[in-house]
């Protein structure tokens, strides 16, 4: 079992060694074409957090610190990663994960969310993982759906 606090670190140590300003529960990377949002949020009936990660499209207008749940792209981090279901949904469970799941999550931040964000800064590889389905499991708003279904990028 591990404590909000050491859960909260987990991720935040991470993203900002990445290069994420925070705000509150929330994580932003400004990009050329896009800002990538990573938040965490609590599930109201039990010790289990949900790691949403959102893109906005710059295409479709500028915020400088858009809501996760306001993004053009918006989903779980599970979904993205379905191999590493269990694990993530371990690791988010306060009353179910250990320091190896602390471990872990800090490695897949920076191994795999951070390097999948940074690439989704671009709007060719947005473009690139919405037509290989990648963005299937989540909520793509339909103006985000219209630019990335253009050929052009």
């Known amino acids: 079992m591990i404590n909000k606090k050491e859960f909260k ?80 949904i371990a690791s988010c469970t306060l009353t179910e994960a250990d320091e190896d799941n602390v471990r872990w999550l800090k490695a897949f931040i920076v191994d795999e969310l951070v390097p999948f964000c940074r690439e989704c800064l671009q709007q060719s590889q947005l473009k690139i993982f919405y037509k290989e389905g990648r963005f299937l499991e989540g909520m793509v708003r339909k103006e985000a759906k219209t630019v990335l279904s253009n050929g052009s990028s």
């Not at 400004?30 to 959102?54: H, L, P, R, T, W």
């Open 9 to 88: 670190k987990a991720i935040a140590e991470p993203l900002r060694a990445s290069g994420f300003l925070s705000r509150g529960q929330t994580w932003y990377l400004d990009g050329q074409d896009a800002i990538a949002i990573i938040n965490i949020q609590k599930y109201e009936y039990s010790e289990m957090y949900f790691i949403n990660v959102a893109f906005w499209l710059k295409a479709l207008g500028y915020m400088e610190f858009p809501p996760a749940h306001k993004c053009h792209l918006d989903f779980r981090v599970e979904s993205l990663f379905p191999q590493h279901r269990e694990l993530l």
